[in-house]
Every structure is written in structure tokens, then in C-alpha cells.
């Protein structure tokens, strides 16, 4: 496929992209050639999918030029992308859970037969082929709603793989996967390689990195900082190059050390189905704790696990001593622990209702005289709420819709907070909120915590962790295997706060990938 | 990983298969308890076929509609639209004249519910709601409510009156439907694209189907199957009257989702929804022949739909 002569299968040149006045991409440069393996890195929002959507054509640069195999992509769709040669695994979206396997794998360009109608055993055999290719047994005939999230996974891969191609992108491809399936999988990236596909390789996992890639290039807030081979990198600087040494705004937020009351929350042995795995977890009253781990280190299964959204496989969990069964949402809500989801928009509250409605909606019973809602309580509990969380917006009838996101989350948080939880479990509190709001939600947890709650807070933004806990988990593969003070992450010789910051997330960095390179090996 | 999956999925999937247990179940039973009552008459059975043939004809597009997680309330009032615009075009045209205007009438409308549904954005729920509405008052209109002669004998005989030999041409329109939408629907990319885009809209767009397209062609297949199911009353009946597929709608969704079609889209086939209109009509035989009145029927057969949905429909969480 790529033209014969041409040492560079993809040339970004000076590319930058703007959304507005938000600068994703800035006069980036990015070059990968036929038969390497390419790793993409940096932190979210750096600028990595920007990258990826300019690739695969769904997205147009605002200025600067893409060429693949040498021709300059001039069109940018994705069926010019994909006619050029770049073939994109995602994940998991572009399966239709109600088709097969093999009608996933060759769906809109269906193998026909002499008539004209599809022949799908054909498809079945191919795609049987194409799984033994890569070395894994998956029935084509299944349902793809009814296979594992690993399988699906490498279905995903093998479907961008069943055109030629001569790049291939394959973003965070082993989220899913067991460690048995990324060795095949590497395996046919070897070979893919050894047959010129260029391959670009996004994941956060450096161990993985390490392994397959022959080069890295490194973006930071929308800029190009280094390419290099692997062989140039260590662990600690390549997550010097990722995270730089910059503020995220937390810096305002004060952490007194705290003062430990009795256990609110313990779990012993705790597993759920596949994770968490036998996880053994203590939150005394006035403490922030931090969950830190890669993507499918089993963060949030562990806070859908002790919040009853999935069911427990087996372990304990006391609550203030106590023995609780926790079957439910209800259940959890019951024994005093409350969950502020992960995804506000679809699991926090409802945009269109107003700032009262929502935080009233799992709190009726308590406002409620027999069927009827209580208006003046109802009211009464917006008005405490909004107070209390420094909530903007412009009265309690206001729709949610209608504040920042900040302010949308703390109408969420306020939603638990009504029913007095002794333990709130906060998944990504900050995830999606400018950076201002993030430190005043951050500087609220510490507030809810002296208050005498426990809280549990899961972040991929170690920023946001370091500022707000007092002590923070590491996960992998459905374990916690790290427990480390937030103290003991500080530079005691640093010369600023900025500089012991930068350190303390540079130690927690390695810790993370050091926790899956130990369960890997 | 086993590769024998074939024989095991089938009794995994034995919910998906209800329909056919259903109807031979209940077929024994009628069998039995009914058959000194003419229920095994090969006259019977072929009136059961009559009365059901037209919504099966409907079902087997609606099939098609629900599959992209779609919705066409539209039909019954376009089929009693097409047969006033068939029989009046007859009137003036005669036969050929009829039955380019009944078809046209259908992919009139098919063509303003795709767009609206498609180019606008309005859910196909409102947009096919509003066109019940309309299509039936502008029947009313130019028919001025009255019903509209067919004096066309072959028109009469082709569209639903007539036997090919001692078949009713009303069964040779149904099996036809039937064959031709079950070979689009799981042989062609077109019924792929159909199932991939009610299965998971995103990544069907992702995958590279046009789903818009994709929702305008069913909407209009739809319009046009109603068309058609209106000329079958009309030959049948041997008028065109504004009244025709009145209540068509809700049999011929029923019929579909007791076949084993998701309204969620994604999942469905024709067969099953021919068998669901079949099975429709067999009850209401036999609970005539069991000598209920009709208020009892309208009771046995709302309770024997909603077990048959609610065996097919309930899925492991």
C-alpha cells in the first residue's frame, strides 16, 4: 500500500488545532515510519486524541499539513483517512453489540457472494483466519454483547486489521486485556510490524511501552516536547517529559493535617466479579484517601462494589464497626455510604430539572409527609445545600443545566450530602471542570472531612489527589498494592512547594507503573 | 473456547424461538379442544390466513422500522389513504393508473417521515403520530368520507379477492412479503446496515453506515408496505374506504415484538413477525369459535400478547 520509496508512513507538520480560544494542538510535529511502533504519550488533554481525530480524518487541522505514505491528505473524513491507509482499533465503539462477531468484523463492506447477497459463512471463516493470526480462540458466530470486554477488545482490533493498512492506531488496546492476551497481542503487532505497518500506540501503561515501542513522542498541553527511541528513556524521565513542572491551580488548597477518629469504613478481603480482588480498605472519620490506577487498574469496580451498583463476590464491609449487607444502592445509601458518580451528566443528576429538584430527588423520604413532598423542607434543604457548597447559581429554581460545571457537581455532591452519609465515595469529582472549580471542589472535600466524614476519592488526575488526600491506594489488576502516607510523597529537600509537588507526582507516577511492571513480570 | 456453539445457542436462545413454541402449542391446543368446531376446516384455516395476511405484510416492513430503533404509527392510516387514492385512481386510470397512485401515495408520505425524522430530527414516535392524523383526514377529504366502488375485476382479483388455483392471492402476497423481507433483512448489506444502526447507532457510524439514510429508506419502505397493505384492502373489499387499517398500527407492532423484534432496534427477523401476525389471528379464531363474546376476546387476547411478550422480551441482566 505505501507508495514504494516513501521512509515516512504519517508527517504531521506544524499542526495545530483550536477549538475556539482553547489551544488543543500548537504547531506540532509528529512523524512516524513503516514498520516501527510509535508510542503517543501524554497526560489527558494533552493533546493526544486531538492527534488521533486529525488522523483518522474526523477532525480537520486548523493549520499545518498531514501526509500519509508521502501523499498530503487534503480531504479529512474518515473514509478519505481510511482510503489512504489508516485503519483505527477504538474502544469498543464502533461494535454493534446485537450483531456477531463476524458480521462486526465486516460490517458495511459484507463479503458477497456470486448473487449479491452476503455470505456469511465466508465472513466466518475469514474472520476465524484473522483470530488465528493473532493466536486467540473467538467464536465468530457469537453475539458481541455476550463476549467478554477483553474479547471484544481484540475483536475491535482485529476488525481495523481485516483492510490493509499502513498505519495503524491502537488507542490504550489492553485496557481489557488479561496479560495472557497481551502477549498475542504484541505478537501480531511484531508481526504487522515486520510486515511495514506503521503503528501509533497510545496507553498509559509504560511497562507496555517499554516493551513494543520503538520510538516515543511526548506531547504537554498541546505542544510537542520530545521524540526519541525507547532506548533513551528512563521510567523517571519519561514521566518528567509527560508531567513537566507546572501548577494545575491546587496549589490554594491548605491540607492541614488531620486528626483520625475511630474506622467509619473498613472492608476486609473484598472482591467483586473479576475486581477488586480480595481488597482490604480502612476510611477513619475526618480522612481523605485516594485511589490512584491505570485504566482497568479496577478503581471504579471497587466504588461500585462498596456502593452496591455490583454485587459483592466476597469480604465484608463494616460501618462505623458494624456489619453491613450491601446488596443495593439502597443498601449502601442505608448504612451511611453515598457514591457521587463518575459521569455527572448521565448518572448525576437531571439537567433540566432545577437545582431544588435534584438535590430533593434521593432524599423524598425525608422531606416527604406521607406521599406528598414537603415544598417549604424541600426548600429549605436547597437553600442549606447551596449555602453550605457555596453553590453559584442564581436561586434554587434555576435549572442545572444552567451552572458551570463545578456548580453542577456540587449540586450532585449536595444530592448525598442531604442524607448525612458518614462515608462519601467521590469518583473523579473534577474530572471535566475548569481549573479554578477544581480546587474549590477539592478544597471542599478537605472541609467535608474535618466535618468528621470519611471520604474515598478515585481520580485519574494525580494533581487532584496529592491536594486532596491524606493518604493514597495504588491499584493494579483489581489489587491494591500500594498504601502510601500523602507525607511521605513530599521532597523534604525541595526548594518550593512547586518543586515538592512535582516530585511527590512523580513518585506516585512511578508507583503506579512500577505496581503493573511487578505484576506483569 | 467451544466452537459447537450452534446447537447450544439455540437452547440458550430458546426465548428468541418462543413464537414458534407459542404458535404450535397453541395451535395443539385449538386443535384439540376446537377441532369439532371447524377449527382444522381447511376453510378455517385459510380465512385465518386472509384476515391476517395484511398486517403480516405490514409486520414484515415494521420489522425492518423497529430494527433501527424506529417507530411508524403512520400505517394504518396510510393504508386506508392508499386505498381511496388506488380506488380513485382506478376510477380515473383505470387498473395500471391505481396502482402507480396507491405506491405513490405511500412513498409521498415515506418521504415527508424520513425527512422530518431524518433531516429534521423529529423522533419518528411524533413524526408518524402527526401523519396518522393527517393521512387519514386528507382519505376523508377526497373521498368525502364516502367509500369509493372498485368495478376493476382483475385489480380486485390480483390485490387480495382472488385464488390462484386453491390458493388465496392474499397468501401469495404474504409469503412473498415474507421471503423478500427475510432475504433483505439477514442477506443483504442493506438489512445488516438496518440492524447494525438500531443495535448501537454510534458505532454503526463509526463502522462507516450512513444511518440517516439508513432510517429514511426503512421509513420509507414502510410508507410504501402500508401503501401496499391498503390496496389489498381495496381489492379485497372491492372499495377504497378512508375506514381501512383503522387500529393496524398496534396489531401489526404487536405481531412484530411477539416474533422476537426489540423496540429498543437491533434485533429482529421477518419470519418471527409473519409468525406473530399468524399467531394473532389464530387466537382471535379460536376464541370466536370457543363462543366468546367480544369483549371476552378483547381480554384473552390482550393477556396472551402480553405473556407472549413478556417470555420473549425478558432478557438476563
Given at each position: 500500500m505505501t507508495s514504494p520509496g516513501s521512509t515516512v508512513a504519517v508527517r504531521m507538520t506544524n499542526v495545530s488545532k483550536h477549538f475556539g480560544g482553547v489551544r488543543a494542538l500548537e504547531g506540532v510535529h509528529f512523524e512516524v515510519r513503516p514498520g516501527e511502533v510509535h508510542a503517543l504519550l501524554g497526560e489527558n488533554g494533552a493533546g493526544k486524541s486531538t492527534i488521533l481525530k486529525i488522523l483518522r480524518g474526523v477532525q480537520p487541522p486548523t493549520s499545518g499539513t498531514v501526509e500519509i505514505g508521502g501523499v498530503p491528505l487534503t480531504t479529512f473524513t474518515a473514509a478519505a483517512a481510511r482510503a489512504a491507509g489508516v485503519a483505527m482499533a477504538f474502544q469498543e465503539m464502533s461494535l454493534v453489540p446485537t450483531l456477531t462477531v463476524a458480521q462486526n468484523v465486516f460490517l458495511a463492506r459484507e463479503i458477497k457472494t456470486g448473487s449479491g447477497l452476503i455470505d456469511d459463512k465466508a465472513a466466518i471463516a475469514e474472520t476465524r483466519k484473522l483470530f488465528a493470526a493473532m493466536g486467540v480462540a473467538i467464536d465468530p458466530t457469537r453475539k458481541v454483547a455476550d463476549i467478554p470486554a477483553g474479547h471484544r477488545q481484540l475483536t475491535e482490533i482485529v476488525k481495523a486489521t481485516s483492510q490493509p493498512c499502513t498505519v495503524l492506531v491502537l488507542d490504550e488496546p489492553t485496557s481489557a486485556l488479561s496479560a495472557n492476551e497481551v502477549e498475542r497481542l504484541f505478537n501480531y503487532v511484531g508481526k504487522l510490524r515486520t510486515q511495514g505497518v506503521a503503528i501509533v500506540y497510545v496507553s498509559h501503561r509504560m511497562d507496555e511501552i517499554f516493551r513494543i515501542a520503538d520510538r516515543a513522542t511526548i506531547l504537554r498541553d498541546g505542544k510537542h516536547i520530545i521524540t526519541a527511541p525507547l532506548a533513551d528513556f528512563t521510567l523517571e524521565t519519561m514521566i518528567a517529559h509527560i508531567i513537566g513542572r507546572r501548577s494545575r491551580g491546587f496549589s490554594d488548597v491548605t491540607r492541614q493535617t488531620a486528626t483520625l477518629g475511630e474506622p467509619l469504613l473498613e472492608a476486609r478481603d473484598l472482591s467483586g466479579q473479576g475486581k477488586p480482588i480480595g481488597v482490604d480498605l480502612t476510611l477513619h472519620r475526618g480522612e481523605v484517601v485516594g485511589v490512584a490506577g491505570l485504566l482497568g487498574s479496577g478503581r471504579s469496580s471497587l466504588a461500585r462494589v462498596l456502593c452496591g451498583i455490583q454485587p459483592i463476590v466476597s469480604g465484608e464491609i463494616r460501618v462505623k464497626g458494624k456489619l453491613v449487607t450491601i446488596?443495593?444502592?439502597?443498601?449502601?445509601?442505608?448504612?451511611?455510604?453515598?457514591?457521587?458518580?463518575?459521569?455527572?451528566?448521565?448518572?448525576?443528576?437531571?439537567?433540566?430539572?432545577?437545582?431544588?429538584?435534584?438535590?430533593?430527588?434521593?432524599?423524598?423520604?425525608?422531606?416527604?409527609?406521607?406521599?406528598?413532598?414537603?415544598?417549604?423542607?424541600?426548600?429549605?434543604?436547597?437553600?442549606?445545600?447551596?449555602?453550605?457548597?457555596?453553590?453559584?447559581?442564581?436561586?434554587?429554581?434555576?435549572?442545572?443545566?444552567?451552572?458551570?460545571?463545578?456548580?453542577?457537581?456540587?449540586?450532585?455532591?449536595?444530592?448525598?450530602?442531604?442524607?448525612?452519609?458518614?462515608?462519601?465515595?467521590?469518583?473523579?469529582?473534577?474530572?471535566?471542570?475548569?481549573?479554578?472549580?477544581?480546587?474549590?471542589?477539592?478544597?471542599?472535600?478537605?472541609?467535608?472531612?474535618?466535618?468528621?466524614?470519611?471520604?474515598?476519592?478515585?481520580?485519574?488526575?494525580?494533581?487532584?489527589?496529592?491536594?486532596?488526600?491524606d493518604r493514597i491506594l495504588v491499584m493494579s489488576e483489581g489489587r491494591i498494592v500500594r498504601d502510601i502516607a500523602r507525607a511521605n510523597l513530599d521532597d523534604p529537600q525541595a526548594a518550593d512547594t512547586l518543586d515538592s509537588l512535582q516530585h511527590a507526582e512523580q513518585q506516585l507516577n512511578k508507583a503506579m507503573q512500577e505496581a503493573r511492571g511487578g505484576l506483569v513480570q | 473456547m467451544t466452537e459447537t456453539a450452534s446447537p447450544s445457542n439455540i437452547f440458550a436462545n430458546w426465548r428468541e424461538h418462543i413464537i414458534y413454541i407459542g404458535f404450535v402449542a397453541i395451535f395443539i391446543i385449538f386443535a384439540a379442544t376446537l377441532g369439532d368446531r371447524g377449527f382444522l376446516d381447511p376453510n378455517n384455516l385459510l380465512n385465518i390466513i386472509r384476515q391476517t395476511a395484511i398486517i403480516a405484510v405490514v409486520a414484515v416492513s415494521m420489522t425492518f422500522v423497529l430494527g433501527t430503533a424506529e417507530i411508524d404509527l403512520s400505517v394504518g392510516a396510510v393504508a386506508g389513504l392508499a386505498s381511496v387514492a388506488t380506488a380513485m385512481g382506478i376510477d380515473h386510470f383505470g387498473m395500471a393508473g391505481g396502482i402507480v397512485s396507491g405506491l405513490a401515495t405511500g412513498a409521498v408520505v415515506g418521504a415527508v417521515n424520513g425527512y422530518l425524522t431524518t433531516g429534521l430530527g423529529i423522533p419518528s414516535f411524533l413524526t408518524t403520530l402527526a401523519m396518522m392524523g393527517i393521512a387519514r383526514g386528507v382519505a376523508m377529504w377526497i373521498s368525502a368520507t364516502a367509500a369509493i366502488p372498485i368495478l376493476d375485476k382483475t385489480y380486485a382479483a390480483i390485490f387480495g379477492s382472488g385464488n390462484l388455483g386453491p390458493v388465496p392471492s392474499l397468501l401469495i402476497w404474504m409469503v412473498g412479503a415474507g421471503l423478500v423481507g427475510h432475504v433483505v433483512l439477514r442477506r443483504t448489506t442493506f438489512g445488516r446496515r438496518v440492524l447494525a444502526t438500531g443495535g448501537n447507532e454510534t458505532s454503526a457510524r463509526y463502522s462507516g453506515v450512513d444511518t440517516a439514510s439508513v432510517k429514511f429508506r426503512v421509513l420509507m419502505i414502510s410508507s410504501i408496505a402500508a401503501a401496499l397493505a391498503g390496496m389489498l384492502y381495496a381489492g379485497r373489499l372491492h372499495s377504497g374506504r378512508f375506514q381501512f387499517g383503522e387500529g393496524d398500527e398496534l396489531s401489526v407492532i404487536a405481531a412484530a415484538v411477539l416474533g422476537g423484534t426489540s423496540l429498543f432496534g437491533g434485533a429482529g427477523t421477518v419470519i418471527g413477525s409473519v409468525m406473530g401476525a399468524l399467531m394473532i389471528g389464530l387466537i382471535n379464531n379460536g376464541l370466536v369459535l370457543m363462543g366468546l363474546e367480544f369483549s371476552q376476546q378483547l381480554i384473552a387476547r390482550g393477556a396472551i400478547i402480553i405473556i407472549a411478550v413478556a417470555i420473549s422480551q425478558t432478557r438476563r441482566h
Open positions: 446488596a443495593s444502592p439502597r443498601d449502601a445509601i442505608d448504612a451511611g455510604i453515598a457514591l457521587v458518580p463518575e459521569d455527572r451528566a448521565r448518572q448525576g443528576f437531571v439537567a433540566f430539572h432545577s437545582v431544588e429538584t435534584n438535590i430533593a430527588l434521593p432524599n423524598l423520604d425525608r422531606i416527604a409527609k406521607h406521599a406528598w413532598v414537603d415544598h417549604a423542607k424541600s426548600a429549605a434543604l436547597a437553600e442549606r445545600s447551596i449555602e453550605r457548597l457555596r453553590i453559584k447559581t442564581s436561586s434554587r429554581k434555576a435549572a442545572v443545566r444552567t451552572l458551570s460545571g463545578g456548580n453542577a457537581q456540587k449540586v450532585v455532591i449536595a444530592k448525598w450530602l442531604a442524607s448525612e452519609p458518614d462515608v462519601l465515595i467521590l469518583d473523579e469529582p473534577t474530572a471535566g471542570i475548569d481549573i479554578g472549580s477544581k480546587s474549590e471542589i477539592v478544597t471542599l472535600i478537605r472541609e467535608l472531612a474535618r466535618s468528621g466524614k470519611a471520604i474515598l476519592v478515585l481520580s485519574s488526575e494525580l494533581q487532584e489527589l496529592l491536594a486532596a488526600c | -
